[in-house]
């Protein structure tokens, strides 16, 4: 069993950066790929990012790739989301995920946190 909890999430203008922490709980953390989504109102959770359990693989959606990057530290049970140059369109609730599959889809990841808030002001 794992349970996640987001910070970092806020209101930055367009071209700022955010850094976005999950801080997991759990002694099996270090065996689950970990991955993080978005949700803007009224579209489906979209895929952001994924890591491996040992963070040597990492995966990006079409939309962030070169922005965003993932990295997480086993030691600490923590997994980041470093955003640079936001858009307007990164504006959305942005949530930690745990699973068992370096994977896209939402159904891969079996564990979530309850959500952080980033907005981008134009």
């Known amino acids: 069993q794992v349970q996640l909890v987001e910070s970092g999430g806020g209101l930055v203008q367009a071209g700022g950066s955010l850094r976005l922490s999950c801080a997991a709980s759990?002694?099996?953390?270090?065996?689950?790929?970990m991955g993080w989504f978005r949700q803007a109102p009224g579209r489906e959770r979209e895929f952001v990012a994924t890591?491996?359990?040992?963070?040597?693989?990492?995966r990006s959606g079409d939309s962030v790739k070169g922005r965003f990057t993932i990295s997480r530290d086993n030691a600490k049970n923590m997994v980041y989301l470093q955003m640079n140059s936001l858009k307007p369109e990164d504006t959305a609730v942005y949530y930690c995920?745990?699973?068992?599959?370096?994977?896209?889809?939402?159904?891969?990841?079996?564990?979530w946190g309850q959500g952080t808030q980033v907005t981008v002001s134009s």
């Open positions: 995920a745990g699973g068992g599959a370096l994977s896209v889809t939402v159904t891969a990841y079996r564990y």
């Open positions: 890591i491996s359990s040992n963070g040597y693989i990492t």
């Open positions: 759990g002694r099996s953390f270090s065996s689950y790929v």
